[in-house]
C-alpha cells in the first residue's frame, strides 16, 4: 500500500477502533491527543515446539503500534490484569516536564499492581522518528513492546526521497520459560542467565528453530521500488547484527534523529537502540532471506548462536524458491559492529555543548562479589563460586521500595542519597588490569545513590569500560535526554589524545561503548526530574549497572516539574 503523506500513512485507519482519535488545538496551532487502551494479560503462544503462556498488550505480541505526529499528545490508560507488577517505558521520549509517566518501576513510579490501572499522559516535544515502548520492570520487557512511530507534521516531508512504503521490524529475543520467575532464579544464583531459546523478527523465530518453519515474517516489494524499514532492537540481553541477502542499507535515522545518508550491508543495534534504513528492490526478482544474529564481544560467555530468518519477497517471485541466504559476520566481529558508528553523523551541524559545567568519569562493568551465602552450591554460582553483580564506578545499584521522584518530590529522607561519585575512587588500568585473584578484589559496594544537577547544567559523560571478568560492548540508555556521542575509542580513555567530534556528532539516547573502550558523550540537563541511566542488557541491570541523576527545577517558567498525577500507583 503506498503512503499518500509522508506525516500521517494512509493505512492510519486500519488502526483498531480501540485507538480513538480526537483533534484539539494547543497554543494556537493544530495538534491531536492520541487516546490508546492497554490491558496487559496473558495469552498463550505456540513457538518451538512447545505452547507457553506469555504476557502481552491487548493480547498482541508483538504490542500495538502507536502512530502519531511530531507535538501530539498520547494518553494511554494501561491495565494490569496479570498477576505481575509492570510499568510501560516510552523509550527515547524525553518526557518534558512529564517526568511521572516515564515508566521505569521505582524511580519515576511505583508499578501498576494486579487489577489496578494507570494512565500515562505525555506530548511528543520536538520529537519525530521511530522509537518504541516496553515494559521496565523485571524481564517482562521480552514480551511487552512495541513500536513507537511519529511522523513530521502534515507538509513537512523528509529529508529524503519518500520511501514507496514503510515497514517496523523489531528484533527480539524469546524463552520458553516464565520471564519473571527466570529473572527470579538467575539472581538467586548468582550465576550467569540461560541463552534465549530464540531470536525473533516481528515476533517470529522463522525456519532455523524446530517447529518453526510457518512461522515466519514476509515483506513483499514491488520491484525498482525503495522502501523505509524501521528497526528496532527490543532484545533483553543480546545485541544483534541485522542483514539483508545481496541488499545494501542506506542509514537515515538513528535513534530518533536523522543522520547524514550512510550506505552499508549490515547494521548492529545495541538493545534499546532504533535505526531507520532505506532499501531499494534493486535486485533479480526472487526471494531473499533477512536475517538477525548474535552479536557477543564478551568472551566466556553462553548465548543463542541461531538466527532468526524473516524474507523479503519481490512482486513476482515464486514463493517457495529461496533466491539467496543472508549472510551475518562472526558474533565476535567488534570491526563489523563498529564501522557503522563511525560513520554516523547528525544531517545538519548541531548546537553542541561547548563550556561543560559538569565533568564526569563513570567506569561500568561487571563485577563478582563474595559469597556470604549458607549454600553455596545454590548461590554463589559465579566464577570461583562468587556472585555475579555490575556497578557503576564500582558501586551496584539497589533498587528501592519506593518510587524514587515521589520520595524526591515529597522530601521524604532514607530512601536514596545524592552521593554518587563523579569519578572512580581509584584510576588504573580499565581494560587490561583484571586481578587475578577474582573474586575477592572485585567487590562492589552497593546502594541507591544518585547525582543531582542544577537546571540548564552541560554535561560530559566519559563512560570506561573495565575489563574485570571479561570486556564487552555495553549499551548505556539515558532517560529523559538525549546526548550527543562526541567520541569514543578502545583502551583507556586519555584526554590528551581522544579526539571529538564537535561540530556534527550523532543524537542518540543509547550508545554502545565498545568492547575494552570507552564513549564521550555531552547534553545539557533541562529537564525537571528523576531519571534513570543503565545498561540496557537486562541482566547487567538487574546485576546493578545503574544509577540516576535528578534535574532540578529551573527559574523560569515551563521549567518545574508539575503535581504528579492523582492516579499514581502505590507501593
Known sequence: MKMTNPAIPSFLHLIPLLFLLHVMTVAGRSSATRFYHFKVQTMRLTRLCQTNEIVTINGKFPGPAIRAQEDDRVIVT?????PYNTTIHWHGVKQKLSCWYDGPSYITQCPIQSGQSFTYNFTLTQQKGTFFW?????WLRATVYGSLVVYPKAGVPYPFKKPFMENTIILGEYWLKDVVQL??????????????????????PGPNYNCSSNDVYEIKIVPGKTYLLRLINAGINMESFFTIANHRFTIVEA???YTKPLTTERVMLVPGQTMNVLVTADQAIGKYSIAMGPYESGKNIKFQNTSAIAYLQYLGALPNTLTLPAKLPDFNDNLAAKNVMDGLRSLNTVDVPKDIEANLFITIGINVNKCNSENPKDKCQGPKNGRLAASMNNISFVEPKVSILEAYYKKLDGYFTTDFPGVPEKFSDFVNGAPNNIPNDTQAANGTRAIVFEYGTKIQLIFQNTGTLTTENHPIHIHGHSFYVIGYGTGNYDQRTAQFNLEDPPYMNTIGVPVGGWAAIRFVADNPGVWFLHCHIDIHQSWGLSTMFIVKNGKKELESLPQPPADLPKC
Open 134 to 138: 516496553h515494559a521496565h520492570v523485571s
Open 78 to 82: 494501561v491495565t494490569n490484569r496479570t
Open 255 to 257: 535513534d530518533g534523529e
Open 183 to 204: 529473572q527470579q532464579h538467575v539472581l538467586e544464583s548468582g550465576g550467569p542467565p540461560p541463552p534465549a531459546d530464540a531470536f525473533t523478527i516481528n515476533g517470529q
